[in-house]
C-alpha cells in the first residue's frame, strides 16, 4: 500500500498550505489516519490524527487551534490544513494509517504504512 503525499511547499510565517495524502486503490475504512513531521535532528513528532470509523480528529499541542485535519471520502484521501504557520512547523511531513489504539494513537512506531514525506518550509 502507498501513500503519496502532497502540498508542501515554501510559505511565510502567518501563511497557510494544504497537504493532501491519497491511497489510491486502498480504503483504509477501519483505521486510524494521520500526520508526522520530523525536523532535521529531531524525533518524529505527532501532528494530527483522524479515525475514520468515527471521524473523531486529534492534535498535538503544538498545532492545536491552527491545523485541521480532514478526509474527503470520495476521493480518498486525506487532508491537513494548516493556518498561522510559525517558523517552528518547519519540517518533513509525513502521511501515516494504521490499525491504532487510542494509547498508542501518537506514537509512531503504532502505525503501519506511510507515505514518502513532504517538506514544509516557513520562513520570511
Known amino acids: 500500500v502507498q501513500l503519496q503525499a502532497s502540498g508542501g511547499g515554501l510559505v511565510q510565517p502567518g501563511g497557510s498550505l494544504r497537504l493532501s495524502c491519497a491511497a489510491p486503490?486502498?480504503?483504509?475504512?477501519?483505521?486510524?489516519m494521520g500526520w508526522f513531521r520530523q525536523a532535521p535532528g529531531k524525533a518524529r513528532e505527532f501532528v494530527s490524527a483522524?479515525?475514520?470509523?468515527?471521524?473523531?480528529?486529534y492534535y498535538g499541542d503544538s498545532v492545536k487551534g491552527r491545523f485541521t485535519i480532514s478526509r474527503d471520502r470520495a476521493k480518498n484521501t486525506l487532508y491537513l490544513q494548516m493556518n498561522s504557520l510559525k517558523t517552528e512547523d518547519t519540517a518533513v511531513y509525513y502521511c501515516?494509517?494504521?490499525?491504532?489504539?487510542?494509547?498508542?494513537?501518537?506514537?509512531?512506531?503504532?502505525?503501519?504504512?506511510w507515505g514518502q514525506g513532504t517538506q514544509v518550509t516557513v520562513s520570511s
Open positions: 483522524f479515525k475514520l470509523t468515527n471521524g473523531h480528529t
Open positions: 486503490g486502498h480504503t483504509f475504512s477501519s483505521y486510524t
Open positions: 501515516t494509517a494504521g490499525r491504532v489504539i487510542m494509547t498508542t494513537l501518537r506514537d509512531a512506531q503504532a502505525y503501519e504504512y
